[in-house]
Structures are given as C-alpha cells and as structure tokens.
C-alpha cells in the first residue's frame, strides 16, 4: 500500500533566497527552504496557517507544495539526493519524530 503524503516548506529568508552548491550537472541551486511532510492535508493545512507573516514574505513564509514543486524548489539537489530526501521526512511524518 502506498501512503499518501503532504509537503509545506518554511522560506528562510524570501523565496528567492538560494542555498548550497549548484547542482553539478545542471549548474541549479536549491532555494533556501525547510521541508515538513504531513500524513494529513489537514495537519499540513494546519502547520501552514500557524506561519509567521513578514514583509519578506509578502505574507506567510510557509507554503503548501506538491511534490513536483518541491523538487522545483531543490533543483540543487540530484535526483537521488531529492529522493533520499523525501524519503527521511516520510519516515519521520510515519514515526511522528
């Protein structure tokens, strides 16, 4: 069985704030961001709506996203580096670490 999941990210610092080293192939950089991953998208909803507004942000620095954009979002990252990724933030989205 497949378990659904819900992603949001945090920006640290504007959306347009880069981090990191550019992808080696690609020569992209991931944007400064902090992932979470929900079981629900009304645990997601909910993290969301409890964000910070600032005028960085031009509102909530915190964002749903769906899995294709966050992979936009960590274009500095290989593909295997973005999955592995994906795959600790579910773990820790099952095991409610």
Request: hydrophobic share 30%; aromatic share 10%.
């Amino acid at each position: 069985m497949t378990t659904k999941y819900f992603y949001a990210v945090q920006f640290m610092s504007g959306r347009n704030t880069t981090t990191g080293q550019p992808n080696a192939k690609t020569g992209y950089y991931s944007n400064a961001v902090g992932v979470n991953c929900f079981k629900t998208s009304a645990e997601r909803d909910e993290w969301v709506s409890n964000g910070e507004s600032t005028s960085a942000m031009r509102g909530n620095c915190r964002e749903s996203v769906s899995k294709k954009e966050l992979r936009d979002l960590c274009l500095g990252s290989s593909i295997i580096e973005f999955n592995e990724m994906l795959e600790n933030i579910q773990f820790q989205a099952d095991n409610d670490i």
